[in-house]
């Protein structure tokens, strides 16, 4: 007991269940109501995309100290569908399905206009002798050093496309680096913790 004192401040909890109240049903509705709506900005803040088992998983978390049962988790999961708060694009190799948020689509859908109003445009480039030299202080290897190079020529818009580890990252501190100075460096991302990479590398991101 004394043990458990140091971290428990025994008397508030002894007090907080003398004065607790259990919630009504509409108090418990408009709680579930609150964090129901919390949740399509949660499940895209990392991912575009997220599956099922993402959706139930949310909504189990949600509803804890809520008091209904797990039922629920299913009933939720088909209002959100029913009321188009989350879209169903497709399906994984298992068959289920693999959802979005209407907002992430129509923030994917600027991006991809954006896109084809930049292709054919030209802007100017960083001195390629620059852009070497950078490869080299950075130790990119060849394939990161290719995609530095492609990232810097006078297209408005470039590609470079690599799975996570690969050093994408690594690879735009040395584009960033090249456009210093001479160029606005800002960045745009269709989840926070690219955002935050981009940030990283001292890029102005959102």
Same mark, same amino acid.
């Given at each position: ?66 008091? +209904? ?16 708060? +989350? ?10 399905? @693999? ?57 408005? @818009? ?49």
């Amino acid at each position: 007991a004394d043990q458990a004192s140091q971290f428990v401040d025994v008397e508030r909890y002894v007090a907080d269940l003398r004065t607790y109240r259990a919630p009504t049903p509409a108090e418990r509705e408009a709680v579930i109501a609150e964090r129901m709506a919390a949740l399509p900005s949660l499940l895209t803040e990392h991912e575009s995309l997220f599956e099922k088992r993402h959706l139930l998983a949310a909504i189990g978390t949600a509803l804890v100290g809520t008091g +209904v049962g797990t039922e629920r988790i299913d009933l939720e999961a088909q209002r959100f569908v029913e009321a188009g708060r +989350v879209v169903q694009l497709g399906r994984d190799k298992l068959g289920q399905p @693999i959802y979005s948020t209407p907002e992430q689509i129509a923030l994917e859908r600027e991006l991809l206009a954006l896109t084809e109003r930049l292709l054919g445009q030209r802007r100017p480039a960083p001195d390629t002798i620059r852009v070497d030299e950078l490869c080299r202080a950075h130790d990119l290897t060849d394939e990161q050093a290719n995609a530095a190079r492609a990232a810097t020529t006078s297209s408005a @818009i470039s590609v470079v496309e690599g799975a996570p580890g690969v050093g994408k990252t690594t690879m735009l501190r040395v584009v960033a680096a090249a456009y210093r100075g001479t160029s606005r460096l800002a960045g745009t991302a269709t989840a926070w913790n690219i955002s935050n990479q981009v940030l990283e590398v001292g890029i102005e991101s959102k």
